[in-house]
């Protein structure tokens, strides 16, 4: 049974930062992605990350202050998130794929197969 979950969401302070992470169980994936949904808005792209963990691709609003890893001994990865803004209050999800695709359609939610149950991010200002 493939599994994903996701913890380290919490209240943090704008300017702080807070440390998530997904295990995977069931299947290691080639692509591992992060998303988040804020109320009323679609599913947005954070993160991607290859199976090696050699290729990282990041959406504009969160690069340099976000940095996706993955330890695939763990089978988990991880979004280390600095600088937090209250826009980047969200439930934030990890999803993965068993095929690799390129870094435009990591983008995309539905190239996703699998997952998590999503965490909560809040960000006060």
């Known amino acids: 049974q493939v599994q994903l979950v996701e913890s380290g969401g919490g209240l943090e302070q704008a300017g702080g930062s807070l440390n998530l992470s997904c295990a995977a169980s069931g299947h290691t994936f080639a692509i591992m992605g992060w998303f988040r949904q804020a109320p009323g808005k679609d599913r947005d792209f954070v993160a991607a990350i290859s199976g090696s963990g050699g290729s990282t691709t990041y959406a504009d609003s969160v690069k340099g202050r976000f940095t996706m890893s993955r330890d695939n001994a763990k089978n988990t990865v991880y979004l280390q998130m600095n600088s937090l803004k209250p826009e980047d209050t969200a439930v934030y999800y990890c999803?993965?794929?068993?095929?690799?695709?390129?870094?435009?359609?990591?983008?995309?939610?539905?190239?996703?197969?699998?997952w998590g149950q999503g965490t909560q991010v809040t960000v006060s200002s």
């Open positions: 999803a993965g794929n068993r095929f690799y695709v390129n870094d435009v359609v990591v983008r995309f939610p539905r190239t996703y197969e699998y």
